[in-house]
Nanobody, 122 residues
Framework: QVQLVESGGGSVQDGGSLRLSCAASGRIFNINRMAWYRQAPGKQRELVAAITSGGSTNYADSVKGRFTISRDNAKNTVYLQMNALKPEDTAVYYC????????????????WGQGTQVTVSS
């Protein structure tokens, strides 16, 4: 059983910072892509940032220059450092990972965390 557990959400003022963490646990052979998504009330879930096992990253235009995604492969953990937060960043943030369970798995399985609330007030 694989689980993704997020932490680090909370409430901050406009311009503040938060760091989200997401740790994967369970029967894991390796983890390919890891990513953060977010969903604001009344809106569709959207990609915030993603990182490959080799460290290549991509970001939504709305967060470029403010957010940084990183990962610790030894800890099966992905991070999202969020600086210069704006009220429009308010959302539930979800961790997502593509995880191979065994060495002979042809492809990874996709997993989601339970979500963590980020609220930015003006």
């Amino acid at each position: 059983q694989v689980q993704l557990v997020e932490s680090g959400g909370g409430s901050v003022q406009d311009g503040g910072s938060l760091r989200l963490s997401c740790a994967a646990s369970g029967r894991i052979f390796n983890i390919n892509r890891m990513a953060w998504y977010r969903q604001a009330p009344g809106k569709q879930r959207e990609l915030v940032a993603a990182i490959t096992s080799g460290g290549s990253t991509n970001y939504a235009d709305s967060v470029k220059g403010r957010f940084t995604i990183s990962r610790d492969n030894a800890k099966n953990t992905v991070y999202l450092q969020m600086n210069a937060l704006k009220p429009e960043d308010t959302a539930v943030y979800y961790c997502n990972a593509d995880i191979r369970l065994t060495a002979w798995s042809a492809r990874g399985n996709n997993y989601w965390g339970q979500g963590t609330q980020v609220t930015v007030s003006s």
